[in-house]
């Protein structure tokens, strides 16, 4: 069987025409979103935005929506627009529920809540992606991300096993040295507060010895002031007697009072240490 020649030619130029058209609105499409992707990454987070909403506000790229929704969420948080970037990155996890990218964008949920400052919804947004996707790459980032929710909320304790856990079962995350410098810093701030309470102790003990010391001071003045008048209203014979014991009461009066200065000047050096 002979093949007509023109009716082939015919047939080849109708393919031609059909590939390339097909090839080129999903060719624009890919190029727009590799743009976007690469500006992305290198900071060029306005020219991203551009590109990545080119394809977003395309039917003819819809096939790309996803990628679009997805990137220019990241895009404005990059940009600092979190609003912006919390209604497109809702729009994506709602919209394309399969898509290959949902787990970042559960990931980056809990970003978005963190950036906002609403740290107890990062705390839950971080829970809830490690309980769905716990092998993610993502996983590590998401336990140290819970751990400075949980620092900036004042749990400390729980901030601690956040990071702890980084440590320990993530050696190979770069989050790694972050988490490792979180702990340092609550282990500081533990120091910190036992050396304020020792103050607090030490101050209160200082003005108890003070307190006591003045008070020793006053009965010192008074017994001495009851010995002089003893000594001027007593008859001769008794005189002696009343010295000498006179004497030694102010020895141990001294003496008390000696020791009493001594804590005094320790529990103050101790202070100035602290």
Not at 59 to 79: C, I, N, Q, V
Not at 161 to 181: G, H, K, N, Q, W
Not at 238 to 265: K, S
């Amino acid at each position: 069987m002979k093949h007509n020649p023109a009716l082939r030619g015919l047939v080849a130029v109708l393919l031609l025409f059909a590939v390339s058209g097909g090839v080129t609105a999903r060719t624009a499409a890919d190029d727009l979103v590799h743009d976007g992707i690469a500006s992305f990454r290198d900071s060029r987070f306005e020219i991203a935005a551009d590109f990545f909403r080119q394809v977003t506000e395309s039917d003819e790229f819809s096939s790309r929506h996803p990628e679009g929704y997805f990137w220019l969420a990241k895009t404005y948080m990059a940009l600092g627009s979190l609003d912006s970037a919390a209604s497109h990155l809702e729009y994506y996890i709602h919209s394309f529920p399969r898509h290959p990218m949902q787990a970042e964008a559960h990931y980056q949920r809990g970003r978005l809540f963190y950036l906002q400052a609403e740290y107890q919804q990062a705390v839950q947004a971080f829970e809830d992606f490690l309980s769905d996707y716990p092998d993610s790459d993502f996983a590590a980032n998401a336990v140290y991300w819970t751990g400075e929710a949980l620092f900036s909320l004042g749990r400390f304790d729980e901030a601690r096993d956040m990071f702890a856990i980084v440590v320990t079962e993530y050696p190979t995350s770069f989050r790694l040295e972050a988490a490792r410098y979180r702990l340092s810093i609550l282990d500081l701030q533990d120091r910190e507060e036992t050396l304020l309470e020792l103050l607090r102790i030490s101050h209160q003990e200082l003005l108890y010895t003070i307190q006591d010391h003045q008070r020793r001071e006053r009965e010192f003045a008074e017994t001495l002031r009851e010995y002089r008048m003893r000594l001027q209203s007593g008859a001769p014979e008794d005189i002696r007697a009343e010295m000498v014991n006179y004497q030694q009461t102010v020895e141990e009066l001294e003496r008390e009072n000696r020791e009493l200065r001594r804590t005094i000047d320790q529990l103050q050096d101790a202070r100035q240490e602290q």
